[in-house]
């Protein structure tokens, strides 16, 4: 009995380590469409709540979104940081949930015509400082130059962090040249762990919501991305989530969003 109790208690203690030895974060935009949302959210809800992310980034939010998180028992655990704009609107449509209190937050106000910005806290992950910052890039095909203003101006602002995570919806696939204006030293956790696999997060060939709300000859991309910079978090582990489509109690076929999201898991070392 003693012996079984001492392995018990050192597999509680290798589980508590391990555990605490990782971080996990999602980003989803879950798409603003409030005519879909009743019959969209319980999917999109248990979507995100099962992956029990340590970090949460979510684009195209809306009042009615943050409403059903504030319900949902399952998100009772997280700090919400969300700036506010006209008529208690949510900013540039960004939300950041974190299991961590937030040090800092602020918003960043992009040049744009489409009311862009960034949200960026300031987080301490078992003592180290991170930076974690969620965006919508503007969405026009022929926006190339606004948004390598806009990543520019993102990587800028959380340039006082050696460890930084900027996660979201950046609206450039691969090989398009918005690539080349990244930053110095932030890897795209996707194509570090995934080559060889396209990764569409905007899908027009299995999501009829990302075919019919895609621009004219518009492909399938790459749009959703994590990236990361510094030592600290090491990138071990990265899918896709809200790909799959469902049938709701109406008997209707959707997807949980026109995207589909990104779960990702990191390494802590002691770097």
């Known amino acids: 009995m003693l012996i079984l109790r001492v392995i018990a208690l050192t597999l509680l203690m290798c589980s508590s380590v391990s555990q605490a030895a990782q971080l996990s974060v999602v980003t989803y935009n879950i798409w603003f469409d409030s005519s879909t949302a009743d019959e969209r959210m319980p999917k999109l809800l248990d979507t995100v709540a099962e992956k029990n992310a340590d970090i949460i980034a979510f684009q195209e939010v809306e009042n009615w979104f943050i409403r059903a998180l504030e319900s949902d028992g399952r998100f009772d655990d997280y700090h919400f940081s969300v700036k506010r704009g006209w008529f208690n609107s949510v900013k540039g449509g960004l939300l950041l949930l974190t299991k961590n209190k937030p040090i800092q937050q602020q918003y960043l106000d992009f040049p744009s015509n489409m009311n862009r910005g960034s949200l960026h806290i300031v987080n301490s992950i078992d003592g180290t400082k991170i930076c974690v910052a969620t965006v919508h890039l503007e969405s026009m095909l022929d926006d190339t130059q606004i948004r390598i203003k806009q990543l520019n101006l993102i990587t800028k602002q ?18 398009e040249l918005e690539n080349q204006h990244i930053g110095l030293g932030y890897l795209d956790v996707w194509t570090q762990l995934r080559t060889g696999y396209a990764g569409y997060t905007w899908n027009v060939n299995k999501s009829f919501l990302a075919k019919r709300n895609s621009f004219p000859l518009e492909g399938s991309r790459r749009l959703d991305k994590i990236y990361i910079k510094g030592n600290t978090f ?8 809200g790909n799959q489509s469902f049938v709701t109690q109406t008997g209707r076929t959707l997807f949980p969003s026109d995207h589909f999201g990104l779960f990702a898991i990191f390494k802590v070392t002691n770097n």
């Open 158 to 175: 959380v340039s006082h962090c050696n460890q930084s995570i900027i996660l979201g919806d950046f609206n450039f696939g691969d090989g």
């Open 234 to 241: 090491v990138p071990i582990d990265i899918e896709m989530i």
